[in-house]
């Protein structure tokens, strides 16, 4: 009896590890076209960045009306996921190369009035 019983828990240990998710999940989600946060906040991209320049210009008051969508510390990307190093050295998600924002003025999920602020801000469409 002994046994068996260790055998179902190796078994079901096992089991769990393989399902635990080897895929990390990923910082956002596609909501009626565009990119948001898992909270429904839509997420922006800022002309003057560079794509795959690992790098955002979007600092100080900037970074007051353009939040950074920031990365944990040890956040690892993926796909067309990356992790940018601010200049504040914080870490920034960065969607194909792009580092992405939030706009202060998004009152609640789902608002996008953001979209074409100065003619250099834009929803991300995936």
Known sequence: MRIVTISLFTAALLAGCATSGTKAPTPATVRDGILTSHSGMTLYTFDKDGADSGKSIC??????????MYAAPDAKGGGDWSVIKRDDGKPQWAWKGKPLYFWSKDAKAGDRTGDGVNGVWHVVKP
């Open 59 to 68: 600092n100080g008051p900037c970074a007051a009306n353009w939040p950074p």
